[in-house]
């Protein structure tokens, strides 16, 4: 079976460059409307059929699914799951990157790019073990519903926790998730598994071309 990974919509938040984390929110952008379409657009062209959807409860990623399945003109649930929000970011939620740079510089770095070495309990956030463990809990659950050869299901979820789980999935060490970068806003990622969830294999990692337009780093987490 299939798992569809989508990184919700561009918000205001991401375009100030701010931490939204587990429990910051901010509306997604107008344009955010039109890439969610696109994406529609992207996957009508491929068939594929879905069982179901998945999404995490914050604002920015259930919009993001619903408008995506009403989009498709499909009626496959929407199913809202607390295993795949954002990191909990504690303090930083709201606080801008230059600002978060300054106070946590050590801790910012681990977390962008050597997240074996991040502790967030200086700002109550929650590390990768533990953010990791509940995402993989739910692909589990995931798997062991959708059994078989043909069945695809869309997860839609949040840049650093997709890219987290997604790698871990593949079999990467935490140290080594962020060697390829983030995941970009209304990004797809796929894989696949044909053990019943033991190992997973990539088809396709963080596609953006249906957007058709220039990625910037206020994209990309």
Known sequence: ??????????????????????SGNSPLLPESYE??????????????KFKAFYASPLQRALTTAVMLRNDM?????????ERIKEFNLGDLEGMKFV??????????KAFRYEPDRYDPSTFHGENFD????RGKDLINDIVKRYPNKD?????????A??????RTLEGYSIADIR?????????????????????????????????DRKITSRDTI
């Open 35 to 48: 890439d969610i379409k696109k994406l529609a657009d992207y996957l009508d062209s491929k068939q594929i």
């Open 179 to 211: 060697k390829r970068g983030g995941l970009t806003n209304t990004s797809l990622t796929v894989l696949e598994t044909d053990d019943g969830g033991k190992t997973f294999q990539e088809k396709l990692w963080n596609e953006t071309s249906y957007l």
């Open 161 to 166: 926790a997709l890219c987290a789980l997604t």
């Open 1 to 22: 079976m299939k798992l569809y990974f989508v990184r919700h919509g561009k918000t205001k938040w991401n375009l100030e460059g701010r931490y939204q984390g587990g």
């Open 99 to 108: 600002d978060a740079e300054k106070q946590y510089p050590a801790q910012i």
């Open 151 to 159: 069945d695809n299901v869309l997860l839609v979820s949040h840049g």
């Open 130 to 133: 533990h953010m990791i463990a």
């Open 73 to 81: 003109g499909i009626s496959v649930p929407v199913i809202v799951d």
